[in-house]
């Protein structure tokens, strides 16, 4: 039973942190129909840009809380910039294009991205410091939850919740959901396109970003190529779910997150990524749409 | 942010007078922009075990003159662009002309044959081996060619089927003995029956589902022969793979490379025959009509199941041989060869060269492997200039370098009014 919970909790961290930075995959579909390699990339310049801000803090010597915070803070900001930049730059001058030519400039993003940051920064792995600081009440809990784990999932719940709510209430969330419907159509009701994708690669970025900083201060080190990794899964979860539909990118982050913790605990711990992705398959075979897509039944 | 959106063109009559003012000042802004994305990344280095920080300010300077210059010469070029869009039309159907005017194209051919033929004979082994790469590449690109460009199938995981035909030169040679000539066609089936089978799981799924999948595809196999040791000997690879043999005649390894090469180019100008005569094929027709929309094409009396996994096996069949002499070349391979990168690449080669053009995928070919290799002087930035250099192409020519005429048919007036 233990090892189940162990398994179950590993799943359901792994899951949160791949829905954080699906989401990014599926919105930025939604709206362009757009595969966009670069994510990945953008999670680990969150992950490099909270790594620098936090040694320098903590070299000038801030502990605790407030390092966590202003790392925090400036990392998705700059991970934010970085996600509205790499539209205006890559995908902007291609919209009227065919869909692969986007798709190969992303792909070229993205090798560019890596090999910035390996360029400026180093291509060894870093350590990377665990920024949550201790409290009484994690310490409670630890012996059902871990301190890392708890925040990951406590974060990422809060983070899909208040992402849910934006969408469903807000009137941004509503032009980006008629922008992802029909962009001719919400051209025409006055949207403003240009603002609604910038904004869905903001948001995006974002909580790719959420994702790198949790993920990396969870496994403790990080290098210029943990983008690559994480987005592919990433990328699996969102197709899995039904690409463009933001629930199912939860859903099925979560399922992939479950069936590789399960798989690896009961089967083999070498073939983690396999399970994934044939489970993807699996499901693929079954439903073509993924778990949640609209079906894409042709009518003429 | 309104620096990205206006339109420089809108405004380049109205202040023509200003000169250069309103450029200089969105480049400084663009400049500015940048100088603070790249700040913390470039400036900062800090290493956390001897707990100092680095503060690079120099290099925050070349990325400000960097982007300002690059800016710059970005709207100057809008700006010029706007106006000459006819021109431009113009010069690219002139260059169309050109190829296809026999008295242009013939000697071209021929030039281009004699320089191949005599290449090896002048040329360092060294050169030798790079252009060898680059011919295994055109292969590649050809055969992902069916795939994407013709039939609309967009492959993510195309390197499985080259890493298909590598091992099982590598594996059937090490546990049977068996020689290249038997496994070069033993490969290329082998990849077609793969390609079968990644092609069956996925008939019903279209664009980026059959994308993932086929990525998928692609990292499980990858992975199964990083980590099932006994089958396939794990990340250390297979070594003292044979090169091709010549009557039993003992080659040296220049030889040998010579040798290789020459089959290449052998094998080459038969991927282009078949897949010139596939193009014009009742089969290629079929796939360019599934590409271009499948519900009209089942409509049309086309076998969707049939086209899609013949489609999937051709353009594995190429993969395969490709990767069988790659394994012969190199006498080395393990699963690090394998990666989505050398997808990517593979694809890029095909989408940079224009979808569906034969002529197209041979220029990126070359270029792609070659001028990277001739670079080697800024090894380091390599692969970051291959990857603005993906965003740039893509950006400047959306169509790829050379896009794929459509063949129409013409109607003629004159024909007729001769008639009359």
């Known amino acids: 039973m233990n090892f189940f919970w162990d398994l179950f909790l590993g799943g359901l961290t792994r899951g949160s942190i791949y829905a954080l930075i699906a989401l990014g995959y599926t919105m930025v579909y939604g709206i362009l129909q757009l595969i966009n390699f670069a994510h990945g990339e953008i999670y680990m310049i969150g992950a490099f840009t909270a790594l620098i801000v936090a040694s320098v803090l903590t070299m000038k010597g801030m502990t605790g809380l407030s390092v966590l915070m202003v790392a925090g803070v400036v990392a998705v900001l700059y991970s934010a910039a970085y996600g509205f930049t790499v539209e205006k730059i890559a995908y902007k001058p291609l919209r ?47 012996h059902l939850i871990g301190p890392s784990d708890f925040i990951i999932i406590l974060t990422s719940a809060i983070v899909m919740i208040s992402l849910s709510l934006l969408l469903k209430f807000t009137k941004m969330g509503k032009a980006m959901r008629a922008t992802a419907q029909d962009q001719q159509m919400a051209l025409l009701a006055g949207v403003n396109i240009n603002r609604v994708i910038s904004i869905t690669f903001i948001i995006g970025s974002s909580l790719a970003a959420l994702g790198g900083i949790l993920i990396a201060s969870h496994v403790g080190r990080i290098n210029f190529y943990i983008g690559f990794n994480a987005g592919i899964k990433a990328f699996t979860a969102a197709v899995l779910g039904g690409i463009g539909s933001i629930p199912g990118a939860m859903l099925g982050a979560l399922a992939l997150g479950m069936a590789e913790s399960f798989g690896t605990g009961y089967i083999s711990s070498d073939y983690e990524s396999v399970f994934a992705f044939a489970f993807l398959i699996l499901i693929l075979i079954f439903k073509p749409d993924g778990i949640l897509g609209r079906s894409s039944q042709q009518k003429v | 942010m309104a620096f990205w959106d206006d339109h420089p063109s809108k405004k380049s009559k109205s202040v023509f007078h200003m000169k250069f003012t309103e450029e200089i000042k969105r480049s400084i802004y663009v400049a500015l922009w940048l100088m603070l994305l790249t700040f913390p990344i470039i400036v900062i280095k800090v290493n956390t075990i001897d707990n100092v920080i680095i503060w690079r300010w120099s290099n925050i300077a070349g990325i400000g003159l960097a982007s300002f210059l690059l800016s710059f010469f970005w709207q100057l070029y809008l700006r010029k662009k706007a106006p000459e869009k006819g021109v431009a039309m113009e010069k690219e159907s002139f260059f169309r002309r050109l190829l296809e005017n026999p008295k242009i194209y013939r000697p071209a051919l021929i030039i281009i044959a004699s320089c191949a033929l005599v290449f090896p004979f002048i040329a360092s082994h060294y050169q030798i081996n790079v252009m060898t790469t680059a011919l295994i590449y055109i292969m590649l690109g050809l055969g992902l060619n069916i795939e994407v460009g013709l039939a609309g199938l967009l492959d993510l995981g195309y390197v499985a089927f080259y890493a298909v035909g590598a091992y099982s030169y590598a594996l059937l040679n090490y546990h049977f003995g068996l020689g290249f000539w038997i496994l070069l066609p033993a490969g290329a089936l082998l990849a077609a029956l793969f390609g079968i089978l990644v092609g069956l799981p996925v008939l019903r799924l279209s664009g980026d589902y059959l994308a993932i999948v086929t990525l998928a595809f692609a990292e499980i196999l990858r992975l199964v022969l990083e980590n099932w040791n006994d089958f396939s000997f794990g990340p250390s690879g297979i070594s003292n793979i044979p090169r091709p043999g010549l009557f039993g005649i003992p080659l040296t390894p220049e030889q040998s490379a010579v040798y290789l090469y020459f089959i290449l180019i052998a094998l080459c100008l038969l991927t282009i025959f078949v897949i010139y005569r596939l193009q014009h094929s009742r089969i290629g027709r079929a796939w360019v009509a599934m590409r271009e929309d499948e519900l009209a094409c089942q409509a049309m009396g086309i076998d969707k199941t049939k086209a899609k996994l013949a489609a999937f096996a051709l353009g594995a069949t190429w993969a395969g041989m490709a990767g069988v002499l790659f394994a012969a070349k190199t006498t080395f391979i393990n699963p690090a060869s394998f990666t989505f990168l050398e997808s990517a690449m593979i694809l890029a080669i095909v989408v940079l060269g224009g979808m569906g053009s034969i002529l197209g995928v041979i220029t990126a070919a070359l270029a792609i492997i070659l001028l990277p290799e001739y670079l080697r002087v800024f090894s380091d930035y390599r692969m970051i200039l291959f990857g603005a250099a993906l965003i740039l192409v893509m950006i400047f020519r959306p169509g790829g370098l050379m896009a794929e005429k459509r063949r129409q048919y013409q109607f003629h007036h004159t024909d007729i009014e001769d008639k009359t």
């Open chain 1, 96 to 142: 009227q294009a065919s869909r692969l030519s986007p798709l190969i400039s992303a792909i070229g993003m993205s090798i560019f991205l890596q090999n910035y940051v390996m360029l400026a920064q180093t291509s060894d792995f870093l350590p990377f410091p665990n920024l949550i600081p201790p409290s009484d009440f994690l310490d409670s809990i630890s």
